[in-house]
């Protein structure tokens, strides 16, 4: 059986980080799969590649890709000049469910965080989303604080 590792992402995992962002009920309406990946695709994955203080993470076995997510490191002037990880776009492909894979994920991305001297890691997740509330809940983070966006 294979190694599970975990590194930066290539250009060459894009369709199959996409396939998990898709990969739900939320997803499904706003992510496109289509192959090759779209060019925003594209264009998103070389800024996020080039830009020191974002790091999109894959979880391997072998030559598939099963797990992904995304740290940006923020610099503040609260909490008297803290950084902070913020942790997006979680997913674990839906056939490796259940085998405590986005637990290992985290963890590494709390690892990263903590290595680069943050000192908050915050997430966002949909308010639809219970299970994913009760897994960041397991992993000890708390719903502090409330979250608003707008669309542009």
């Known amino acids: ?8 992402a290539e250009k060459a995992d894009l369709p199959a980080i996409v396939a998990m962002l898709a ?21 998103a994955f070389a800024a996020v590649d080039s830009n020191p203080n974002q790091f ?3 979880m391997t076995v072998g ?8 740290i940006s490191f923020l610099p503040g002037l609260s ?12 997913r674990v492909a839906a056939n490796r469910r259940g085998e405590r894979l ?5 963890e590494w991305a709390i690892e990263k ?7 908050v890691v ?6 639809s989303r219970l299970d994913a509330h009760r897994f960041y809940e397991r992993l000890g983070f708390k719903a502090s604080n409330i979250g608003y966006k707008l669309d542009l």
Do not use: F, H
Request: aromatic letters at 2%; a neutral charge; charged letters at 30%.
């Open 1 to 8: 059986m294979s190694e599970i590792l975990i590194r930066r």
């Open 63 to 70: 030559d598939d890709v099963i797990g992904t997510l995304q």
């Open 102 to 106: 986005g637990q290992r994920l985290l």
């Open 23 to 43: 990969d739900d009920t939320l997803g499904r309406t706003r992510e496109d799969t289509s192959t090759p990946p779209a060019q925003a695709y594209l264009d």
């Open 113 to 119: 965080c903590r290595e680069r001297g943050c000192r």
């Open 79 to 90: 909490l008297q000049g803290a950084w902070r990880g913020q942790i997006e776009a979680v």
């Open 56 to 58: 999109l993470a894959v």
């Open 122 to 127: 915050q997430l966002t997740t949909n308010k």
